[in-house]
């Protein structure tokens, strides 16, 4: 059982270049986070989807798109990458009706902007 | 302005005593607390949590606080253990907002 996996762990852009970060999971768990965590500073969640077909803004989901076509996959897309993108992502997902943010978390994926 | 604030960085404890971290939050509305731990290169995980109707919850060696009226969550382990070194993040939501606001973390080193 992989629980939720994210690829790549690391990367580094160039300004002004796309890419997509990978995230899936194997528990079938209808809801999925998208957070970035700056150093020093608590995780902020960026987009989340509460079940396949469904995506919704967190508190930083500027430049920054998601889909979720199916239950496993949340594809997180960069577009025009910025210094200030320079992050740790971390993918998450849960089952609990009750306490959503009872979440798994992926290992993270380090992105360097320069 | 941060809603959720660890005012420590870092905590040392000896092996075997009780390790204290504190968290405190602005947001009177926040219902739901939540505890994560988190070891370097790895995501964080789920420890405990807390609903806002209990003042306390208690999980093996890990117990949570709640004062509502000072606006203020503890995480007590007891014993602590070599294996409980790691950052220790707080966070809360409101009713039934996904949003979690996240404290910048404690980092927990336990002396042998």
């Known amino acids: 059982n992989a629980g939720v996996t994210q690829t790549p762990k690391f990367r580094i852009l160039k300004i002004g270049q796309s890419m997509t ?36 803004k967190g508190e930083v989901p500027n430049g920054y798109n998601v889909s979720r076509s199916t239950t496993e996959d949340f594809p997180l897309r960069l577009e025009l990458a910025a210094p200030s993108q320079t992050s740790v992502y971390f993918c998450a997902s849960s089952y609990s009706r009750d306490n959503p943010t009872e979440a798994f978390f992926g290992q993270g994926t380090r992105l360097t902007v320069v | 302005d941060q809603q959720v604030k660890q005012n420590s960085p870092s905590l040392s404890v000896q092996e075997g005593r009780i390790s204290i971290l504190n968290c405190d939050y602005t947001n009177s509305m926040f219902d739901y607390f939540l505890w994560y731990k988190k070891y370097p290169a790895e995501g964080p995980t ?14 093996g060696r890990f117990t949570v606080f709640l004062n509502k009226s000072a606006k203020h969550l503890s995480l007590h382990i007891v014993p602590s253990q070599p294996g409980d070194s790691a950052v220790y993040f707080c966070a809360a939501s409101e009713g039934s907002n996904y949003q979690l606001i996240w404290g910048a973390g404690t980092k927990l080193i336990i002396k042998p």
């Open chain 2, 46 to 59: 789920f420890l405990i949590s807390i609903s806002s109707i209990k003042d306390k919850n208690e999980d």
């Open chain 1, 21 to 56: 970060l990978q995230c899936a999971q194997d528990m079938n768990h209808n809801y999925m986070y998208w957070y970035r965590q700056d150093p020093g500073m608590g995780l902020k969640l960026i987009y989340y989807s509460v079940g396949a077909g469904i995506t919704d």
